[in-house]
C-alpha cells in the first residue's frame, strides 16, 4: 500500500453533470498528480498541484479543474461530463515536482462511469 | 509526438520462467523511467525505476535494462511467480520543464501459467 487514498471509490454520473474526485497524499508528499486511465490504456496526465498551485497540464479541456488543500491533499472537478469521461481517475503523490528525482506514487482510483 | 510504446500486448509465461518485458521511448532526452505494476482494479504499483547515467538496476527478482542508443527499456522478472501476473507499464519523464509528469506506454499483460 502506497498511503494514498482516493474517494469515492466508484461513481455513476449522466452527462452534463459535475463530479468531484478527492486525494489525500502520503505523508511527507507535497506533490499531487491526476491521471485519467481509459479502459485498456495507459494513465494520461491531466495536471499537477505543488503548494496549492497548478503546477504543469496535459491536454485536457478547461472543464478539467484542481485544487490542492495546505494538508496537500486534492481535488479533481470535471464540469459537463461526456460519455467519454468514463475512466479509472488516478491520484498520485510525490516528495517534490523536482523533474526527474522523485518517484510517483498511485491511489487506488476512481472508477467515473458517465452514462 | 512524445511516445512510449510496447512491442508485445500480451506475454505468456509458464511459473518459474523467466519474463522479459519490453518498452520503446522517443524521446532522446527523457531522463527517468520507471516501471509499474497494475493489477485488476488497483492503481498501479511502483516496481523498479532508472535514470539515464545508468544503463541497469537491480531490484528484488527484476532488473530493469536502459539502451539508450536505440531508446529501449526492458524489465526482466526472474522466476516468475502466478502473483506477477497483472499488466505491466513502462513511463518516462520528458526532460520539459519542472512538472514531474509520467508518459506511459499501453501496457503489457503479463499472463503466468501454473
Known amino acids: 500500500e502506497t498511503g494514498v487514498t482516493q474517494s469515492p471509490t466508484h461513481l455513476i454520473k449522466t452527462r452534463g453533470q459535475q463530479v468531484t474526485l478527492r486525494c489525500s497524499s502520503q505523508?511527507?508528499?507535497?506533490?499531487v498528480s491526476w491521471y485519467q486511465q481509459a479502459l485498456g490504456q495507459g494513465p494520461q496526465f491531466i495536471f499537477q498541484?505543488?503548494?496549492?498551485?497548478?503546477?504543469g497540464r496535459g491536454n485536457f479541456p478547461p472543464r478539467f479543474s484542481g485544487l490542492q488543500f495546505p494538508n496537500y491533499s486534492s481535488e479533481l472537478n470535471v464540469n459537463a461530463l461526456e460519455l467519454d469521461d468514463s475512466a479509472l481517475y488516478l491520484c498520485?503523490?510525490?516528495?517534490?515536482?523536482?523533474?526527474?528525482?522523485?518517484?510517483?506514487?498511485f491511489g487506488p482510483g476512481t472508477r467515473l462511469t458517465v452514462l | 509526438g512524445e511516445s512510449v510504446g510496447l512491442h508485445l500486448p500480451t506475454l505468456s509465461v509458464q511459473e518459474g520462467d523467466n519474463s522479459i518485458i519490453n518498452c520503446a521511448y522517443s524521446?532522446?532526452?527523457?531522463?527517468?523511467f520507471i516501471w509499474y505494476k497494475q493489477e485488476s482494479g488497483k492503481g498501479p504499483q511502483f516496481i523498479i525505476d532508472?535514470?539515464?547515467?545508468?544503463d541497469k538496476r537491480q531490484g528484488q527478482r527484476v532488473t530493469v535494462l536502459l539502451n539508450k542508443t536505440v531508446k529501449h527499456l526492458s524489465l526482466q522478472i526472474a522466476a516468475t511467480q502466478p502473483g506477477d501476473s497483472a499488466v505491466y507499464f513502462c513511463?518516462?519523464?520528458?526532460?520539459?520543464?519542472?512538472?514531474?509528469?509520467?508518459?506511459f506506454g499501453t501496457g503489457t499483460l503479463l499472463a503466468v501459467q501454473p
Open positions: 498520485a503523490s510525490s516528495p517534490a515536482p523536482h523533474r526527474g528525482t522523485d518517484t510517483q506514487y
Open positions: 498541484y505543488y503548494r496549492e498551485e497548478e503546477n
Open positions: 532508472i535514470r539515464s547515467n545508468m
Open positions: 505523508s511527507g508528499h507535497n506533490t
Open positions: 513511463a518516462e519523464n520528458p526532460a520539459s520543464g519542472a512538472t514531474n509528469k509520467l508518459i
Open positions: 524521446n532522446s532526452a527523457s531522463d527517468y
